[in-house]
């Protein structure tokens, strides 16, 4: 009797292991089906999107972004749900969102975002807001219903702007994009987007920096370094309080200036410095426009000519946009007149051969010098010295 008892125990527990074995194993949890339920409201709503589908849109929730980006290109539109935080019938959503704008992106754009959901009196969830992720940038159409025209190789998006206003920018993109493969060559997209928010802190949010960082700063480009090729992401963003006070040369160079680092992006790397990569933007943006290194350089004249010659080429840390603008404009003249000379006494082939080589070293350290002594057969140290000297000749 005793062992049979046991038996029957044993037998007893086993099939309750068992039975919650299946139970466990027999179906999703409440979690994983708001999770899943989640991501096809998700789905529909970026299919609504690309399909320019209003009604499909407002089918999951709330219908404002729609309105807002519904002028944009877009070839791709998906959201990846990350994490759900669910709290009764709400929830909040952490996801990222994957766009491409149709003819210029060569790989998505990605873009971190948190939802905020709701169930309905039918049981389904709904999009109650969709907004940047904390610390993470805003999308112009975050800021306001975009607007869009579309250059020869251009396309401008933006907010608070008339179409008059916007093809102006495209006008002046579309010249600086033959004049940058006229320097540079033609292997890369010739094509650019610009962004044109409302204000210098529409900029900011846009580049999820504070705006004290980009005050009289006219444009920023902004995309993937390195050479992989693809630079997905590139956008050239205008400041327009800065950018509308400049006269119609300063905005034609800074546009060609940006639309260089859209160029040269794929040689562009760790072992770039700064003084090399704004300073042949800033080359190819005063290439032929007649300006003297006196009219280009006027905050290095008034240090050359005060007795204050350069000692070295600016380290990275000069360029800070939030530091001093006399040390930050020295900074990109000094980088300028560094290209220049180059360009005067080797030819402008070996400023682009030696712009490539410093980017193809890969690593910032021996980068410069590897590329001086195999392209234009010299030292740092000399190099150095030769810049001195020619700030001398032209600024003294």
Known sequence: MAGRGQASKSLVMAVCLLLASLTACGGPSAADTARAEVQRVLDRRASAVLHHDPAAYAATGTRDP??????????????????????????????????????????????????????????????????????????????????????????????????????????????????????????????????????????????????????????????????????????????????????????????????????????????????????YADWVGYRGTGRTAEEAAPELRRAVTGGDVPAALPADGDFGFAGDPARLARAYESGWTACRMIADQWGERRLDDFYRAVGAHGVREGAVENALRKVLGTTLERFTEQWRAYLVRQLG
């Open 66 to 279: 729609y309105a807002r980006v519904r002028a944009v290109p877009l070839t791709d539109w998906t959201y990846r749900l990350e994490s759900l935080r669910r709290s009764g019938d709400t929830a909040v959503a952490q996801a990222e969102l994957r766009y491409r704008v149709t003819g210029y992106d060569k790989a998505p754009v990605t873009a971190g975002r948190t939802l905020t959901l709701s169930t309905g009196a039918d049981g389904k969830w709904y999009v109650d807001s969709d907004r940047p992720r904390s610390k993470a940038a805003e999308q112009l159409w975050d800021q306001g219903t975009v607007s869009v025209v579309h250059g020869r190789g251009s396309l401008v998006l933006g907010v608070g702007h008339g179409d008059a206003d916007l093809r102006g920018y495209a006008r002046l993109a579309d010249r600086a994009i033959p004049a940058v493969s006229d320097a540079w060559g033609t292997d890369w997209s010739r094509h650019v987007v610009l962004l044109v928010p409302g204000s210098l802190e529409g900029m900011a949010g846009l580049l999820g920096s504070p705006a004290s960082n980009y005050r009289g700063i006219a444009a920023v480009t902004t995309g993937e370094t390195g050479g992989a090729g693809r630079a997905p992401a590139d956008r050239i963003i205008v400041n327009p309080a800065a950018y509308g006070m400049l006269g119609p040369l300063g905005k034609q160079v800074v546009l060609t200036h940006e639309t260089t680092h859209v160029a040269t992006r794929a040689h562009t790397n760790a072992a770039t410095p700064l003084w090399l990569s704004e300073g």
